[in-house]
């Protein structure tokens, strides 16, 4: 089973930025999907970006489209979360989790789909 280890998160006031990173270790193919998704206190868990680790096929949510962007780098097996003009309504702890199912285009909005996951870094957005 994959290992994935966020780090990047923290405190940062409204409006600002911040880039999280996956580690992913424990596997000689990589993944065939990376996903991030966050989860604020007393809130369910939510898809926030997915990509797929061959081809780099993205699907972003429309709740951060145009202000979070995902991407990896297959060559350092990480995958990325760049935040900007960030929102307290972002606050949350954010968990990357890793699929190796999947088609070269593939990427996945559920959590199930999901095999590996983080234990999360948490991102605090002031106002």
């Known amino acids: 089973q994959m290992q994935l280890v966020e780090s990047g998160g923290g405190l940062v006031q409204a409006g600002g930025s911040l880039r999280l990173s996956c580690a992913v270790s424990g596997t000689p193919f990589g993944p065939s999907v990376m996903g991030w998704f966050r989860q604020a206190p007393g809130k369910e868990r939510e898809f926030v970006a997915s990509i797929a680790w061959s081809s780099g096929n993205t699907h972003v949510s429309d709740s951060v489209m145009r202000r979070f962007f995902i991407s990896r780098d297959t060559h350092k097996n990480a995958a990325y979360l760049e935040m900007n003009n960030l929102k307290p309504d972002d606050s949350a702890d954010y968990y990357c989790?890793?699929?190796?199912?999947?088609?070269?285009?593939?990427?996945?909005?559920?959590?199930?789909?999901?095999?590996?996951w983080g234990q999360g870094t948490q991102v605090t957005v002031s106002s």
């Open positions: 989790a890793a699929a190796t199912t999947g088609s070269f285009s593939s990427w996945y909005d559920v959590a199930s789909e999901y095999e590996s």
